[in-house]
């Protein structure tokens, strides 16, 4: 608790540096691309409702963490694009073509799918969804919902397999992306089983290096996927109440109550919901991974720009 308060003054908000590759700013991350490599700086900012609020300590930290973990329990299944960790927040990518689609995968009807099939869409990645599912229930096998990758700024579409391999993606190096992506999140569900969790639906992206397909961007972090808690979701299923979801719900949650849900302006973070939400991502750190999770604390800008420069980097 301490140390959480200690680090509030201390988080990741902005990171620039102005002469070290060709910088992109994501909502979470900044990503430095250098030749044949991408920096990718997560920093603390966390976003709801596509908007940025602010940081939490120690999130940027958790979600490289989170991402490194899961690399490396599927590297052996499927190639990734991690080259090394120099900072407990920065990751360093091999740099590849990215495929311009996001390869989803769902194991239950819920979010945005959810809301699709709902209001009677169907069919818009080429099959059709069962009809008479209820909200939140699970798929017979997990089914892969694609989308075209969005320019800044705009909405990412639905497409079918159809259209993705006419034209867009050769055939063959799709297939393997379908397989890749059913294979991670097999492990992912299993996994997450263990620890009491259930893996719902996450997000892929997928890139070229030469001719090898491999995974890229984050895989299995609360920003690209979506987490219940296993105990007590047939009760809340057959119940049809909500099913409690980690980290993002809170946030949303508290923004409602201050009357915030996406447009005007967001009401600034609190202290106490600052810590709250490091203590939540905390918790779910520790469950997921099963480990426990070492904060590492101080000024997080000073830190990484010390730790590039000894892995030899020149800023
Ligand atoms: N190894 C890689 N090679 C090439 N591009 C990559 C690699 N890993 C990730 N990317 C790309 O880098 C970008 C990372 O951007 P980032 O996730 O920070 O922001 P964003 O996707 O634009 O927005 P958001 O904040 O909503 O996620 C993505 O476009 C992703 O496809
Ligand atoms: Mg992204």
């Given at each position: 608790?301490n140390?959480?308060?200690?680090?509030?003054?201390?988080?990741?908000?902005?990171?620039?540096?102005?002469?070290?590759?060709?910088?992109?700013?994501?909502?979470?991350?900044?990503?430095?691309?250098?030749?044949?490599?991408?920096?990718?700086?997560?920093?603390?900012?966390?976003?709801?409702?596509?908007?940025?609020?602010?940081?939490?300590?120690?999130?940027?930290?958790?979600?490289?963490?989170?991402?490194?973990?899961?690399?490396?329990?599927?590297?052996?299944?499927?190639?990734?694009?991690?080259?090394?960790?120099?900072?407990?927040?920065?990751?360093v990518?091999?740099?590849?073509?990215?495929?311009?689609?996001?390869?989803?995968?769902?194991?239950?009807?819920?979010?945005?799918?959810?809301r699709?099939?709902?209001?009677?869409?169907?069919?818009?990645?080429?099959?059709?969804?069962?009809?008479?599912?209820k909200?939140?229930?699970?798929?017979?096998?997990?089914?892969?919902?694609?989308?075209?990758?969005?320019?800044?700024?705009?909405?990412?579409?639905?497409?079918?397999?159809?259209?993705?391999?006419?034209?867009?993606?050769?055939?063959?190096?799709?297939?393997?992306?379908?397989?890749?992506?059913?294979?991670?999140?097999?492990?992912?569900?299993?996994?997450?089983?263990?620890?009491?969790?259930?893996?719902?639906?996450?997000?892929?992206?997928?890139?070229?290096?030469?001719d090898?397909?491999?995974?890229?961007?984050?895989?299995?972090?609360?920003?690209?996927?979506?987490?219940?808690?296993?105990?007590?979701?047939?009760?809340?299923?057959?119940?049809?109440?909500?099913?409690?979801?980690?980290?993002?719900?809170?946030?949303?949650?508290?923004?409602?109550?201050?009357?915030?849900?996406?447009d005007?302006?967001?009401?600034?973070?609190?202290?106490?919901?600052?810590?709250?939400?490091?203590?939540?991502?905390?918790?779910?750190?520790?469950?997921?991974?099963?480990?426990?999770?070492?904060?590492?604390?101080?000024?997080?800008?000073?830190?990484?720009?010390?730790?590039?420069?000894?892995?030899?980097?020149?800023?």
């Amino acid at each position: 608790m301490n140390t959480i308060k200690q680090q509030l003054p201390l988080t990741l908000n902005e990171f620039k540096l102005d002469t070290f590759g060709e910088q992109y700013s994501g909502k979470v991350r900044e990503n430095f691309h250098l030749d044949d490599e991408i920096v990718m700086v997560t920093t603390d900012r966390i976003s709801a409702f596509d908007h940025i609020l602010g940081t939490i300590p120690f999130k940027g930290q958790i979600l490289t963490q989170i991402a490194g973990f899961w690399f490396d329990k599927t590297k052996d299944v499927v190639p990734n694009h991690i080259k090394s960790y120099p900072d407990p927040q920065v990751l360093v990518a091999h740099k590849a073509k990215p495929l311009p689609v996001e390869v989803i995968v769902r194991g239950y009807i819920t979010g945005s799918l959810w809301r699709e099939y709902s209001s009677g869409i169907n069919g818009q990645y080429g099959f059709m969804i069962p009809s008479g599912m209820k909200k939140n229930q699970k798929f017979d096998e997990p089914i892969l919902t694609p989308s075209t990758k969005a320019e800044y700024g705009l909405h990412d579409e639905p497409i079918s397999r159809e259209k993705i391999v006419d034209g867009l993606v050769d055939e063959k190096v799709y297939a393997q992306a379908e397989k890749y992506a059913l294979q991670l999140f097999e492990i992912g569900q299993k996994w997450a089983k263990e620890q009491g969790l259930i893996l719902v639906d996450t997000k892929y992206e997928f890139g070229l290096v030469g001719d090898k397909l491999i995974v890229i961007d984050e895989i299995h972090t609360p920003d690209s996927s979506r987490y219940w808690i296993a105990d007590g979701y047939d009760e809340r299923f057959n119940s049809g109440e909500e099913q409690n979801m980690l980290d993002k719900e809170n946030i949303r949650q508290w923004l409602i109550e201050r009357g915030f849900s996406g447009d005007g302006i967001p009401p600034e973070l609190t202290d106490e919901i600052r810590i709250t939400m490091t203590e939540r991502y905390i918790e779910l750190f520790n469950q997921l991974t099963g480990r426990t999770f070492e904060p590492a604390t101080g000024d997080v800008q000073s830190r990484i720009v010390s730790n590039l420069e000894k892995s030899g980097y020149q800023l």
